[in-house]
C-alpha cells in the first residue's frame, strides 16, 4: 500500500496537496475506493480510502488511525557541519531517517568549508526517507546556528561530542544511557578545533570516539545515528 505524507489532519476527511495528487492519481493510476496510507510527521498513521481522484485536489476519508505510530522511550539529536559537497550531508539526512533520528541541525564551525544550506531542499530528503521507511515522525531540522550558540543551549539532554583530535576517547557505545535523550557532535571535514573541543568539554559535552576509522563527516552522524538506536533496541 502507498504511503503519503499529508502535514496538518484535523478530521476525517483529507485532501492532498497537488504533488502528492498527482504521484497517486497520475503516477499511481490509483481511482475511487482505492485505499492508501498517509503519515503527518507528527506520529499520526492512517489508512484512507480515496473518494474524490482528482489529480490537483485528491479527496479522501480516513478509515483507521493510529497515535504515536513506532514512538521511541529515547530521543536522538545531531548537530552536524554540512560537507562541502551538499550531496553527502544529504545522504546523511537519508540515512539518518531511515535508521531512526529526531532532531538535526547544521552546525557552523571553525573549519566548515560550507557557510550555508537550503532547509527547502533538506526537508524534501527527510520527508522521502520518511516515507520510504515508513515512519510516522518526520525529524526536525534546525536553522543553521554557530557552534558556540548551540553549545550554550540548556535543553539537550546527554550531550557527547566525537573528535579525532585525541586517542583513548571512550566509545559512544559504552558511555550511553538508555532510554535518554541524547544530543551528539559531529564536525567538519578538517575536524573540530581544540579550542571547540575545550568549549564544549566546559559546557558539559563528554568527548567520545566513533571507533578506530577516521570518518567522513555524513558517515560519521550515521555511525552515531546507528550506535544509539542499536543501544536502545
Known amino acids: ?21 498527482k504521484h497517486a492519481i497520475r503516477v499511481l493510476r490509483l481511482n475511487a475506493g ?11 498513521f492512517y489508512t484512507a480510502e480515496i473518494t474524490e481522484p482528482h489529480p490537483k485536489k485528491c479527496k479522501l476519508s480516513v478509515t483507521e488511525s493510529f497515535r504515536e505510530y513506532g514512538k521511541r522511550n ?58 520510504q521507511s515508513v515512519k510516522a515522525y518526520l525529524p526536525k531540522l534546525n536553522p543553521l546556528i554557530s557552534f558556540k550558540e548551540f553549545i550554550c543551549k540548556d535543553e539537550l ?6 573528535h579525532c583530535n585525541q586517542t583513548g576517547l571512550p566509545h559512544l557505545k559504552n558511555e550511553i544511557k538508555i532510554g535518554t535523550s541524547i ?12 579550542e571547540e573541543v575545550e568549549i564544549a568539554r566546559e559546557q558539559g559535552f563528554c568527548e567520545i570516539s566513533l571507533g578506530n576509522s577516521r570518518l567522513r563527516t555524513e558517515t560519521a552522524g550515521v555511525v552515531a545515528c546507528h550506535i544509539v538506536n542499536l543501544a536502545n533496541d
Not at 35 to 43: A, E, H, S, Y
Not at 95 to 115: F, H, M, N, Q, V
Not at 157 to 162: E, H, L, N, P, T
Request: glycine content about 6%; hydrophobic content about 40%; charged content about 30%.
Open 1 to 21: 500500500m502507498q504511503l503519503f505524507y499529508v502535514p496538518q489532519i484535523t478530521k476525517n476527511e483529507i485532501v492532498l496537496d497537488e504533488t502528492e495528487s
Open 34 to 44: 482505492d485505499k492508501i496510507q498517509i503519515v503527518d510527521g507528527k506520529g499520526g
Open 74 to 131: 529515547f530521543s536522538l539529536h545531531i548537530a552536524i557541519a554540512p560537507t562541502k559537497n551538499i550531496d553527502r550531508i544529504e545522504w546523511f539526512l537519508e540515512k539518518a531517517t531511515e535508521i531512526g533520528i529526531d532532531e538535526i541541525t547544521p552546525l557552523l564551525c571553525e573549519r566548515s568549508e560550507r557557510k550555508s544550506v537550503k532547509p527547502e531542499r533538506l526537508e524534501k530528503v527527510l520527508i522521502s526517507a520518511m516515507k
Open 157 to 162: 539532554g546527554d550531550r557527547y561530542i566525537a
Open 183 to 194: 544530543v551528539v557532535l559531529i564536525g567538519p571535514e578538517g575536524d573540530f578545533s581544540p
